[in-house]
Structures are given as C-alpha cells and as structure tokens.
C-alpha cells in the first residue's frame, strides 16, 4: 500500500534559523508526493509537490523540498523560518488508477518557530 | 482562497441525527473529494467524485454517503450520527486531466461537525 510518514510529531526552531520536517514515502511506482500547510481553525494549503524532474521543488513561501528516490524521502525546507511558519504539516502520497485518485496522509509534523 | 468552498462552516447537532454537507469545487475542476479529519484518526479519504460518477472509495462508513450534481458541486450525506463522528470535514477539488495526470487537490476550509 503507498503510504508516508512522518517521524516527528513536533519540531521546534528559532526564527531565523533553517527549517527541515521530514517525510519518508513507500509507494510502488512513481510517487507523487505533497505537501500541505495548515493553519489554526483554517483549511490545508498546498505548498508544493514533486511529479518528476527536479529533485529540488519550489514552492510557496519560500518552502522548498527535496526528493531523494534513494532514501526515500520528500523532506520539506526553508532556508530561514519566520514565526508566522509555526502551523500544521501534512505530507501526501497521491494515489491513483485511471480517473480513481485520492490523498494519502502522513500523521503531520507540528511546527513551531519561535523568536 | 483555494476557491473550494464549503458549508456550513460549523454544524451542531444530536446522535442519531442526519446532515449534508456542502461543497462548491473550484470553477473548472471536475473532480471533488471528501476528507475527514479527527484527532484519533488523522486525516482520512473517504470518497471521490469525477464528473457526476464516484471513482474512489476510502474510509466511509455505510452511515455516509455523498453525491456530485449536474453543476458539479457535491454533499455528503451523514446519517444515524455517532459522538465518533464528532469532525472536520473538508471537500477538495483538482482538475484531473485523465489517466496519470498529475493534478492537485485544493481544499476548502472545512465544515466542523461535533455531535453532542
């Protein structure tokens, strides 16, 4: 079964400083992997995603992720965390046969920046 | 704004009652999924709508059901209510441009159910 996870349930990180939440996927085939953001009392927010190429994907923010097919791993960055970052992360698996499709979550990695 | 939106917004109501949810996808996208979120479980898929016709199945009880109308826009229908099901519930539409595509599920705010 394609599924992710996410080994930390919470990470902590000054402002200013790098951030990584990590994510790791088992899925046969090619992965389509995400990542979401979400927000007290709000909905998910996409952040980016990775199909194929690149192995390092831009996203929103100034969040970026890089996909290593080695280790298999999709972790999420930012070069310096501001305190508006601190939120909910969710990692997914995308999932799908023909038209069929769906989101497959990890359990999602609390992110707390603090000054 | 993901342009999905969603209502009620909030929704309080008793055991063994019955309620729809309300989804509008975004202007162009086919497709809309239903996704549950609790404490315990995390966030789960439970059903997936493309052009009127369900593709996918998750997670859903027999309790519930959903539908995708003419204009696109779905409900999901839960009956017979269980303090369990106590939620958020967020609607997602992408575009899905087919077989393999890749496409992007963008989500609405989310309708939060607590029965009492």
């Known amino acids: 079964a394609q599924s992710v996870a996410q080994p930390e349930d919470q990470v902590n990180v000054a402002e200013g400083n790098p951030l990584t939440v990590k994510c790791t996927y088992s899925v046969s085939g090619n992965p389509y992997l995400f990542w979401y953001v979400q927000y007290p009392n709000r909905g998910l927010q996409f952040l980016l995603k990775y199909i194929t190429g690149d192995n390092l994907v831009k996203g929103s923010y100034g969040f970026e992720a890089e996909f290593n097919k080695s280790q298999t791993s999709f972790h999420l960055k930012k070069p310096s965390a501001l305190v508006s970052d601190s939120a909910l992360y969710f990692c997914a698996v995308r999932v799908s046969t023909g038209t069929a499709s769906k989101l497959t979550f990890g359990t999602g990695t609390r992110l707390q920046v603090t000054l | 704004d993901s342009g999905v939106t969603q209502t009620p917004k909030h929704l309080i109501t008793a055991t063994g009652q019955r309620v729809t949810l309300r989804c509008s996808p975004r202007?162009?996208?086919?497709?809309v999924y239903w996704y549950q979120q609790s404490l315990d479980q995390g966030l789960q898929f439970l059903i997936q709508y493309y052009n009127g016709e369900e593709r996918a199945k998750g997670n859903i009880l027999e309790r519930f059901s959903a539908q995708q109308f003419p204009d696109l826009h779905s409900e999901l229908n839960l009956s017979s209510l269980e303090l369990g099901d106590s939620a958020l519930y967020f609607c997602?539409?992408?575009?899905?441009?087919?077989?393999?595509?890749?496409?992007?599920?963008?989500f609405g705010p989310g309708t939060r159910l607590t029965v009492l």
């Open positions: 997602a539409s992408s575009v899905l441009r087919g077989a393999g595509g890749p496409d992007t599920q963008y």
């Open positions: 202007s162009g996208d086919l497709s």
